[in-house]
């Protein structure tokens, strides 16, 4: 078998069961293996970032990395914010980047470029395939390294076409996924100490594993025994929620919200959670949002079982999880139908009385969106999925990943309009792929995030030039074409009774749909 084949054939041996693609010339002989060999789904994607968002989503879902394969830098390069969201939510990937053949890179042709320059940010591991016959090895070592304890991790190979090309070894095994280290008992130790002794004045910081279902229910169960706060970071890769799980605030975005959150906390106890910082940088604001003074305690890292930290941490202090407390009961849906406007609170209560059982929600809603969540413990029981990195275009292609990731499952994709243009290519992939995700576009027809912030860094808009800048019409994009032109379903909505018929329409196809709700 030639290197290409061989690759095609070590993902297969090592799990790797699905390969999101958008290849060129140099990937061809990928291509044709991808056929040839009994190996990864593939999926492709009409845009890169498509392609790396996918991969993320993917990964947060079924818990397994997926390949992409991507052509050269420029194709890696148009991949990257993605990439950069998927690093931040400790997703495992294995990216295939294709390059010139070795030869024929030494003269400056138009698509030279420095791939691995391009990939370090983004990746964990980066090397390029040196010999044909070495090429299975290599990816196996690609996908030993996606995996970091508890957490995922990035590996980018680039591979030359005549790698691809020439005759190239056997499938290579990558070693097996070592076993997690058992939670420090010193660390633990301390912990139990801090919160018992400060009540109140402690705060326990989950992230990571630490908002798993088994990992909230014990952080709250912690919090009752020792009197001290919890809270969940504002940005988690998934969180569990819906009725009969228990429900743990996240810090705010906001800083003075933040702030007030954790005014009086004497001690932080990070669990599987980083110490708290603010977004942005604002004019008179701090950036540690801690208080000043407190002590910072780490009973886990991201990369560590939290949740056994977690359980050690409860068994040190006797502290037992209980059923959490019944949630609110979901607005009625003839109230909501009889409302005169339809506005992000109103949508937000509509859903929680349309969810499906076992939905993944996929939340880049952004400004109509952050309250959301806060009511969705009354919902069906669910999986909350948002962008980590903060980089605008994550919601499309993870729903498409999340989709193929969590087979039989609905999707539902809450989206702004102004994020879902960075990959709108992503619907015709969910099109062609027939996935249950239902998308609901939030059509304020603006960068409200933008005129938030703007406000939030003490800038005023004096002119028509900066206004301009912040609103999305005109021309007003129109979603219902938008979609249908990717082969997706669509309508538009601008009444809460429409929006409730057409929530109802869209779960009950079992097929992609778009709905614009115009606010």
């Not at 997926?66 to 997703?91: I, Y």
């Not at 407390?325 to 009625?332: C, E, I």
């Not at 032109?485 to 869209?506: D, I, K, L, M």
Request: overall charge neutral; charged content about 20%.
């Amino acid at each position: 078998m030639n290197g290409a084949e061989s690759l095609v054939a070590t993902l297969a041996v090592n799990g790797v069961e699905l390969c999101f693609t958008n290849p060129g010339t140099s990937e061809m002989h990928f291509v044709a293996a991808l056929d040839r060999i009994d190996g990864p789904r593939c999926v492709l994607g009409l845009f890169e970032g498509v392609v790396t968002g996918a991969a993320d989503g993917y990964y947060r879902m079924a818990g397994r990395p997926a390949a992409t394969l991507l052509h050269l830098g420029p194709g890696l390069g148009n991949g990257l914010a993605n990439l950069h969201n998927a690093k931040k939510a400790r997703s495992g990937i294995v990216n295939i980047v294709g390059d010139h053949a070795r030869d024929h890179a030494r003269y400056e042709s138009p698509l030279k470029s420095d791939i691995e320059a391009i990939a370090r940010p983004v990746s964990h591991w980066v090397k390029t395939c040196a010999r044909a016959r070495d090429v299975a090895a290599d990816g196996a070592q690609a996908i030993a390294t996606t995996r970091d304890g508890a957490s995922g991790r990035i590996a980018t190979l680039v591979l030359p076409a005549d790698t691809a090309w020439g005759a190239g070894g056997e499938p290579a095994q990558a070693p097996a996924r070592e076993l997690l280290p058992t939670p420090d008992a010193d660390a633990v130790r301390g912990a139990a100490k801090a919160l018992r002794t400060l009540g109140e004045r402690a705060l326990l910081l989950v992230g990571a594993g630490g908002t798993s279902e088994i990992g909230a229910a014990l952080a709250a169960a912690i919090a009752r025994k020792t009197g001290c706060r919890v809270l969940a970071e504002f940005y988690s890769a998934r969180t569990p929620g819906g009725r009969g799980r228990t429900r743990i605030e996240r810090l705010p975005y906001a800083v003075d919200a933040a702030l007030d959150k954790l005014k009086g906390a004497e001690c932080l106890v990070l669990a599987g959670a980083s110490e708290p910082i603010a977004f942005f940088a604002y004019p008179g604001k701090p950036t540690q949002l801690k208080p000043p003074g407190s002590s910072v305690l780490l009973l886990a890292d991201a990369r560590d079982d939290v949740t056994a930290a977690l359980q050690a941490l409860a068994d040190e202090l006797g502290a037992i999880p209980s059923s959490p407390a019944a949630a609110a009961a979901p607005v009625a849906l003839d109230a909501l139908r009889a409302a005169s406007t339809l506005d992000a609170d109103l949508i937000g209560h509509a859903l929680v009385s349309l969810l499906p059982d076992q939905t993944v929600v996929i939340d880049e809603a952004v400004t109509s969106g952050r309250a959301l969540g806060n009511r969705f413990a009354a919902a069906a029981p669910h999986d909350w999925l948002v962008v980590m990195g903060g980089a605008i275009g994550f919601g499309l292609p993870a729903a498409l990943g999340a989709a193929i990731g969590a087979p039989g499952r609905p999707v539902l994709a809450l989206e702004g309009d102004g994020s879902a243009m960075y990959t709108v290519q992503a619907l015709w992939s969910i099109a062609r792929e027939a996935l249950p995700v239902v998308v609901i576009v939030f059509a304020n027809r603006a960068y409200r995030i933008l005129q938030g912030e703007l406000r939030g860094v003490g800038a005023q808009v004096s002119g028509p030039k900066a206004a301009h800048m912040l609103t999305l019409e005109p021309p007003a994009l129109d979603w219902v074409s938008i979609a249908r032109g990717h082969g997706v379903p669509a309508a538009s909505v601008q009444t809460p009774e429409q929006f409730v018929r057409e929530v109802q329409r869209g779960f009950a196809s079992r097929g992609p749909y778009l709905i614009e709700a115009v606010l």
